[in-house]
Each structure stands twice: as structure tokens, then as C-alpha cells.
């Protein structure tokens, strides 16, 4: 069902205007808290949304698809049939801000190219609408700033799609980072993310589109698992970049990154991103003892080990879908005002590092980060 | 048996001057090849020698322990006892040039702390000897250059003592890291050397003695693992230091130092060094595939693997004792009159990458390699 907090209480909204709504997710016997659903809308219906997102709805107790935003209205219409949502709720990027009248969006969910991420987030905030945002938040601070603001100013919620921040192993590898008897002092991460990619053409390996190369879209994992592992922010970041000469896919971008972070207390992060070949894990060192992961960004199968050697596939943690818990994260945030575990400020803090690590190798010089 | 190729060649004077020499070590029927032995004198009997050093001779087939260098007289007779070194043949740091008489001592094995490696491998040359030298050869390059100079002036052989390259489970995977079918091509090394460091008093931790902190003694091992198995050179450093303020043991040196090598070919290598947490392992990464290493540079059981995941304890390599490998390269090389797998030139190479490397955390800018 549709929420809309913007003028009246959560509660009486949910009791007086459900059966009003007409919306497909809407439930007419909605009334007890356990029902109450929250409706998504997808913007770009990419690789992600079709493979992860869509069928991630299946997993959720609150989050449902009730829209899609697309340039390719075929496209759209197969995905709405496919997932029940109805099709007069399919809009054209043209059309997108006519959403603002349809009340069983609740929530626009931007799964667009990093350069489209701003407007397409402060459209949907100005259409009234609360906003999770894909990864990373955007190309420039600047660009999450005007991000935050418009959120802010529509009194909608902003959240960034931090899917490992809400599933099971990340979870218990934070909790075992910071515990002082797993690893005493937290001295060390290493965070590693990269895959060797493919198409030339794809929007990543556009500038304009993908706001730099692998380090915004696969290094950002080796980033955040430094950041949130240690529960620290960098204050200064040194880093080397490559991209292969004459490689048709580094045209625009960079290819690998590596780079060093200083945090507050002295730990040391030591993170590497590359669209040249894969790596997936991290290792945290302690005074006395460590853990390890690998892979520990990937959709699933995610593994965990405590100590030095690896005993098997690790810890047993059930996992769940990263992407219905996440959407049902937002969801629960929306239903009950409460503020998301990874808001706006944490997807700019992110951005903010990133400018600084690409100033950090183009200059060849230590950057501070503010 | 005694070999000296000063004035006359190898074979004439193992011929002709076995019978003259006495050394301990001498074979009176010795002419065979095969029955060749190189006397080691082992300068500084510290936990290497005991523990390390001269338990391997029994396991060499060219090197023998023929003599002591010492300041602890005691100590150094009741090892000379146990391997078998005849007392005559322990020598005290005031004494040590007079090793020039003994011929019984055809190569020095220098295991000194590294700021003392210079004056004794220069000293050793002078008086005749083949030297050993531990890693790091010294501590500035300066000193790498005059024991390199020192042994082309008296012409005597000069080897840096990399154990891991004279053990099959590194040459196995300089082998595959090199390999277009296993690998690829290779786009990135990580490596990281580091264990916790007990008491504050010991050598390793006084900058006059050791030179530096952890890069010194352990880290030198990630470095080496990032030029060997990339096979080449590095051409600019960053770098990130870190001490932890108020603990006694990093009064004067680093406790950690993260490292990122780029190298001519854009290969990329990101190193770890501490003294303050455990870690051993090398990863290779290339577009086709990848090695791993853990551990990579313990005395035994270092396991490798090829791909992504591990499959039991990796690779079925039979390992040997490094230090009797590495001891009876030397000691081939001597009787044969060859060049050592690792000469004083990879020692400097590595000691210029190190004051690269503290110039980069120190100054917080990249820094060239010339």
C-alpha cells in the first residue's frame, strides 16, 4: 500500500486512504501493521533490475514493484507482466515526473548510469517521492550534495544501495572486526573488488555516464568494506592508477586502482579495484587475530573465516537476498520514519574519498580528506 | 675442502693443495667432484644461525660449517661442539680479519644485524673470502655498493641470501605467474609480509642497527615476491607508514608500511609490511587466471595454488630446506666459478626500492625509481 507522510500521520493514512489508492500492491485489509506493503519503482530496467531486482521481490516482506521507468517500453512491458505490476504504470524518462500523481509509488528506486543518478534521484524527490539510490551515489560531491538537499527539502528519505550493509555475513564480519577478542586491535584491512569487463561500448567505460572507471563501480565494495570493517573514516589516501595502452575498454577510464588509506586511529586500509581481472576479498588484521573473506561481494555464496587458515566454506550464516533485504530495509524505514542505515551522507562520503583517491594518482601525492 | 681461485685455477689447486691445508672440512681423497665441499664460516650466532643455519648443513651437499664468528665465546663453543667445528676455528669480532690465514674458510655468511652486514662482508672480501650476505644486504644503497665493489676488488664471489628463490615452491610459482596459460597476462601482485614483534630491546628495533622497521626485515619479502614473480622492475612508489604512537617497540622504526609498485609494463604490485600483525601470502593476478600463496615465506609449509580458490594445501611441490638450498647454490657457485643466482646487484636493487619507499611514506608523494 501507499504511504505518503508528508502531511499526515503514518497511521491515519494507512487506515483512511488505503482502499482510496487503487494501486496494485495496495491490500484493502491492510490495516494491521504486519500487511502493510511499500511500492517500488524501478528507474532503468538494466541488467540489474531484470536479474537481481525484480526477482528479488519475491524475497521481500514489504517492498513491492508497482512501476517501472524505462526508455525501452517493450522492454517494460515484458518485465511488468512477468512481475504482476500494472501497465499503466510503465513511464518513459519524458513522462518520469507524472509519477508524482500516482500513489502507489511510494518509493523510486535509481538503478540508472552513475551520471543520471542526481536528477533522475532530485526529480523523484520533487515528484514527492522517497529515494534508494544504486551505487555509487553519484559522479561528483557536488552531485550528492544537490542529491541530499533535494530530499531533504521534499522531506523524503534518501538512502544509498549498500546491499551488503544489510545482508547476514557482512554483518558478523563487521561484528568480529571490531570485537576485541576475535581481533584485538583492528591494525590492517585489505579490500580487494574487480572483474574483468567486457563490452567496450557498456556505459561503464563511459566517463561522462560512469563518473570514472572500475573504482566507482567495483572498487567502491573494497572502499566501503575499509570503511565499515574498521568503523573508521580515512583521513588520507595515497594511489596508483592503470589502464592498458591501446585497450579499447580503457579509453575513457581507469582500469585498476590501487590505493592506500590512513585511518583516524592508525589502521592502515590497503584497497585495490580493477576492470582487468577478478579479485573478491578482504582480510582484516588484528593484534590478535584476523578475519578473511572471499568472495565477500558477490550476490550470494559469500564466505567468512575467522583466523588464519581457512577451515572449509567457513562460517555457517544463513545468507538471504541481499536485495530484498536492502529494499525492505528502505521499505521499513519508510513505513515506520525511520532514517535508513546508509543515507545519502554515507553514499557522498564515499564519492568524497573516490575524488580524493583519483586526485591521489593523478597528482602522485598524499590527498587528506577532509 | 678449501678452494681458492685467485692465482690458479679451481681444478689445479684442488689437486695440488688439498693435502697442504688441514681445514676440518678437508677430504684427503677428495679429488672426485662429487666430493667437493665448501667450508662456511657463520658470522653472528644469533637465533638464525642456531635455528636455521647450521641444523641445514646436514642437509647440504657442497656447504659445511667450518667455522664461528662470535662476540659470546661460550655460546659459540658449545655450537661449534654440537655441528662438529673444530675450536680452533672460532674467531671473536677483534680477531675476525685473521680469518684471512684459515684456509679451511672458503665463503663468510654474513648474519649480522644489517647495519653491520657492510663492514663484515668488505672485511670478509678483504681477507679473502666468498661472502653471504642476509637480507637486507645493508641499510642504504651506498653500503650495497661498496660490499659490491669490495668483492670485484679482491675477486670473490658475492651472494645475497634470498632463500625463496632457491626453494621449488617459489620457483614453481615465478613459474606460473610468468605463464600465459596459467595467468595470462599478469596485471597485478599482492604480497604481504608481516608477524608481531616481541621485545622492544632487540636489534630489529634500533634504527642503527637494523636500518628501518618491518620494510627492513620483513616486508623486504613482499617486495621481493612483486619483482620476482612479475619478473620485473618497478619504476614508482607510494607509500603509507604507520608506527602506533607511545608502544616501546616503535620508538625508532615503522611498525607497518603499505607499498604499491608500479612496474614498466603497468603491472601493478600492492605490498604490506608489519611488525605489528601476522601476515604471509601472495596473490597473482592476470586476464586469464591467478596464483596464490599462504604462506609464502615461512622457513617450511608454504602452499600454492592456481586459480581463484584453494583446493586442499594447493600445489604438490617437494620443498627441501631453503637454507641448505640456498647455502649449496653458493657453494656451487664456488666451486664451479659461476655467478650466484642473486647476486649483491638484486640486494642493491632492493635496498634503492626501500629508500624509494621511505622517501614515498615520508614525503607523501610518489616517488621515481631510477
Redesign the interface.
Known sequence: MSVDFGTVSRRTFLTTTAVALGSTALRVNSASPEERTVGFALVGIGNLSMGQLLPAFAECKLARPVALVSGHPPKAKEQAAKYGIDLKNIYDYDHFDSIKENPAVDVVYIVLPNGMHAEYAIRAAQAGKHVLCEKPMANTPSECQAMIDACRDAQRKLMIAYRLQYEPVTQKAIELARSPEAVGVL??V?A?G?F?IGDPLQWRLNRKLAGGGSLMDIGIYALQAARYLTGEEPV?V???S?A??NDPRFKEVEE?V?F???FES?A?G?C?S?Y????NRF?V???RG?IQSEPFLSYQGNRLWQG?D?QGDGLAIKQGNHFALEMDHFAQCVLNDEAPKTPGEEGLRDVKIISAIYE?SES???VKIA
Chains 1, 2 share one sequence.
Not at 582487468?276 to 579479485?279: I, P
Open positions: 591494525k590492517q585489505t580487494e574487480g574483468s588520507e595515497t594511489a596508483i592503470y592498458t595502452p585498476t590501487e592506500d588509506l590512513r592508525g592502515v590497503s585495490l580493477s582487468g581481472f577478478g579479485c582480510r588484521y588484528g593484534t584476523q588464519e581457512r591521489a602522485g601525492t598524499a
